[in-house]
């Protein structure tokens, strides 16, 4: 859920559900229409239902308006531009964008030693290389800077006290005191912080939306709250490698590393694919403000069987579901790409809140 900006990325509780055992099977429901005071959100855990055994990526999302477009606008009207045109989001990426962000890794450990949390060199490496796997052709690239293990076994299990309740962090003290100690404050570098979430999370992110004066709602969130929290588990794992704290998801599920893909994509102010559900619902305000990807009525958890065509939840609008899509929430191995409109808004999003 978005509570002045925190996107949390859940494994296995009531929301919405992807299959951790091997053979669960999902059972899909017909999308629940909103409460009539829930008009910009969707219920993960009543489309579809959840299969046994799952794991969510992440709880309710609410958006009111997008704070991209409410930023064009402003940036139109300080530029004396008038019309939708020229407060209008870029729908096709620059070619010429280049931009190589920071990365500072932060392990927080239970123990020191090998069984609590400690991610080796190779391991940190490798997810960086997933992560510009992922980015390829967007025109960002991502390099480590800087790698802190922290030991605290109170944040090792990085939850809150309101348990299953959500905060305006979901880490509740233990994420603020952390990033507090951690955080060097800059818009423009990505801090990542990998822990055991407990509750079976799989991590969250922050929009740069939600530390705007102009696009925050009801206020910016702290600076030094800024950044994207993962389990350590969805770290990939070198064959080979046994330095360290070596336990992963299992294979076939979140071990390539695009857990973090995903919610980098959060921290560039893109949405979820499936955000607002089919177009043709009225309840549903903007959808992910992409259109290139096809509308879809709910999370895709599973993936296709081989020579299967992706599914069809929106069967009214145009194209299957972007099921291989960063930004829904299939398996790391189905996930696969980003479009190019997607790309633009990340480079815009860079350009307006984090340059």
């Given at each position: 859920?978005?509570?002045?900006?925190?996107?949390?990325?859940?494994?296995g509780?009531?929301?919405a559900?992807?299959a951790?055992a091997?053979?669960?099977s999902?059972?899909?429901?017909?999308?629940?229409k909103?409460a009539?005071?829930?008009?910009?959100?969707?219920?993960?855990?009543?489309?579809?239902?959840?299969?046994?055994?799952?794991?969510?990526?992440?709880?309710?999302?609410v958006v009111?308006?997008?704070p991209?477009k409410?930023?064009?606008?402003?940036?139109?009207?300080?530029?004396?531009?008038?019309?939708?045109?020229?407060?209008?989001i870029?729908?096709?990426p620059?070619?010429?964008?280049?931009?190589?962000?920071?990365?500072?890794f932060?392990?927080?450990?239970?123990?020191?030693g090998?069984?609590g949390?400690?991610?080796s060199?190779?391991r940190?490496?490798?997810?960086?290389?997933?992560l510009?796997?992922?980015?390829?052709?967007t025109?960002?690239?991502f390099?480590?800077?800087?790698?802190?293990?922290?030991v605290?076994?109170e944040w090792?299990?990085?939850?809150?006290?309101?348990?299953?309740?959500?905060s305006?962090?979901?880490?509740?003290?233990?994420?603020?005191?952390?990033?507090?100690?951690?955080?060097?404050?800059?818009?423009?570098t990505l801090?990542?912080?990998?822990?055991?979430?407990?509750q079976?999370l799989?991590?969250?992110?922050?929009?740069?939306?939600?530390?705007?004066e102009a696009?925050?709602?009801?206020?910016?969130l702290?600076?030094y709250l800024?950044?994207?929290?993962?389990?350590?588990r969805?770290?990939?794992?070198?064959?080979?490698n046994?330095e360290?704290?070596?336990?992963?998801?299992p294979d076939?599920t979140?071990?390539?590393?695009?857990?973090?893909?995903h919610?980098v994509?959060?921290?560039l102010e893109?949405?979820?694919?499936?955000?607002?559900?089919?177009?043709?619902?009225?309840?549903y305000?903007?959808?992910d403000?992409i259109?290139?990807?096809?509308?879809e009525?709910?999370?895709?958890f599973l993936?296709?069987?081989?020579?299967?065509?992706p599914?069809?939840?929106?069967?009214d609008?145009?194209?299957?579901?972007?099921?291989?899509?960063f930004?829904?929430?299939?398996?790391?191995?189905?996930?696969?790409?980003?479009?190019?409109?997607?790309?633009?808004?990340?480079?815009?999003a860079?350009e307006?809140?984090r340059?």
């Open positions: 859920m978005t509570l002045n900006g925190t996107l949390v990325r859940q494994v509780v009531a929301t559900a992807l951790l091997i053979g669960a999902a059972a899909p429901a017909s999308a629940q909103p009539k005071d829930r008009v910009d959100c969707i219920d993960y855990g009543a489309v579809p239902k959840a299969p046994t055994g799952a794991i969510p990526r992440d709880d309710l999302h009111k308006k997008d991209l409410i930023a064009a606008a402003t940036a139109a009207r300080a530029a004396g531009g008038k019309g939708a045109a020229a407060a209008s870029p729908t096709e620059d070619p010429n964008f280049a931009v190589t962000v920071p990365v500072r932060h392990e927080i450990l239970k123990t020191n090998n069984g949390g400690d991610l060199d190779a940190i490496a490798a997810q960086i290389d997933a510009n796997a992922g980015y390829a052709g025109g960002f690239q390099e480590l800077v800087q790698n802190t293990e922290t605290q076994p090792w299990n990085l939850v809150g006290a309101y348990g299953s309740a959500m305006t962090v979901r880490g509740g003290g233990k994420e603020v005191n952390m990033k507090r100690l951690l955080t060097d404050n800059d818009q423009a801090d990542v912080y990998s822990a055991s979430l407990g079976h799989l991590g969250w992110a922050t929009f740069p939306s939600d530390f705007s696009t925050s709602y009801p206020a910016p702290p600076s800024d950044g994207v929290i993962i389990d350590f969805s770290v990939p794992q070198p064959e080979g046994t360290g704290d070596t336990r992963v998801f076939g979140y071990e390539q590393g695009d857990t973090l893909t919610e994509g959060h921290w893109l949405y979820h694919t499936f955000q607002g559900g089919c177009t043709d619902n009225p309840a305000n903007g959808g403000q259109a290139d990807t096809p509308a009525a709910s999370p895709n993936c296709p069987e081989p020579g299967e065509d599914r069809d939840s929106c069967p609008d145009p194209g299957l579901d972007p099921v291989h899509n930004m829904d929430y299939s398996f790391d191995v189905c996930l696969t790409e980003f479009t190019d409109e997607q790309a633009a808004r990340m480079q815009f860079w307006t809140y340059s």
